[in-house]
């Protein structure tokens, strides 16, 4: 089956920094990616949607300058945290999607803590 | 936007059958996935419904009813391994899923 795969599989930063998540499609050619992310005991929230070569679209109440999407190749999406806060603790998590394909493939999650 | 309504937890014990509910209102709907997620993992794929009825895979079959807002996921001959969080999510026109808040399914010896 399709492989995601996601880098740092955590990652301790302290306030103020950026931190930078990879998601990548090891096996196919992803035209879209989407990020999503995760609270203790909460579901998965959908934060953004990006196609190769264009701007992401970002759901409503996230901030698309602190939440930096870049979508720069097929089997490539990052998503930078900038000026990270404690409030941004979470599980990020990233799926993938093939033209013509009604599956989205997981990434395994980066949990980041801010201190 | 996307309306999803399952139930918070669900016991049960090995060797049970479980059948976790899911109801939706959706302003588009492309199909309905059901997601298991164990603590700290990311979702794995258990099945897709786009069509009414039911789709058996194993010990796993999901059913929908497009024109109820309703869909089932039935875990029969439950494992201890079955002890999770199922996820229902309808997908829209643009292939976006939104989640429900998810179902914790204990499974008990």
């Known amino acids: 089956g399709a492989v995601v795969s996601q880098h740092p599989s955590w990652v301790i930063c302290k306030s103020g920094t950026s931190v930078k998540i990879e998601c990548r499609s090891l096996?196919?050619?992803?035209?879209?990616m989407f990020w999503y992310r995760q609270f203790p005991k909460q579901s998965l929230m959908l934060m953004a949607t990006?196609?190769?070569?264009?701007?992401?679209?970002?759901e409503q109440g996230v901030e698309k300058d602190k939440f930096l999407i870049n979508h720069a190749s097929l089997t490539l999406s990052t998503l930078t945290v900038t000026s990270a806060h404690p409030e941004d603790s979470s599980f990020y998590i990233c799926s993938a999607r093939a033209d013509r394909d009604y599956e989205q493939y997981f990434g395994p999650g980066t949990r980041l803590t801010v201190t | 936007g996307q309306n999803i309504d399952q139930p918070t937890e669900m016991t049960a014990t090995e060797g049970a059958i479980v059948q976790i509910n899911c109801t939706y209102q959706?302003?588009?709907?492309?199909?309905l996935f059901w997601y298991q997620q164990h603590a700290g993992e990311a979702p794995t794929f258990l099945s897709y419904?786009?069509?009414?009825g039911l789709e058996e895979k194993g010990r796993f079959s999901s059913f929908l009813s497009r024109s109820k807002g309703y869909s089932y996921l039935l875990l029969k001959e439950l494992q201890m391994k079955d002890s999770a969080s199922y996820l229902c999510?309808?997908?829209?026109?643009?292939?976006?899923?939104?989640f429900g808040a998810g179902t914790t399914v204990t499974v008990r010896a």
């Open positions: 959706t302003s588009g709907f492309n199909g």
């Open positions: 096996d196919f050619q992803a035209t879209t």
């Open positions: 419904n786009v069509l009414d």
């Open positions: 990006s196609n190769e070569g264009s701007k992401a679209t970002y």
């Open positions: 999510a309808v997908r829209d026109g643009d292939y976006k899923l939104s």
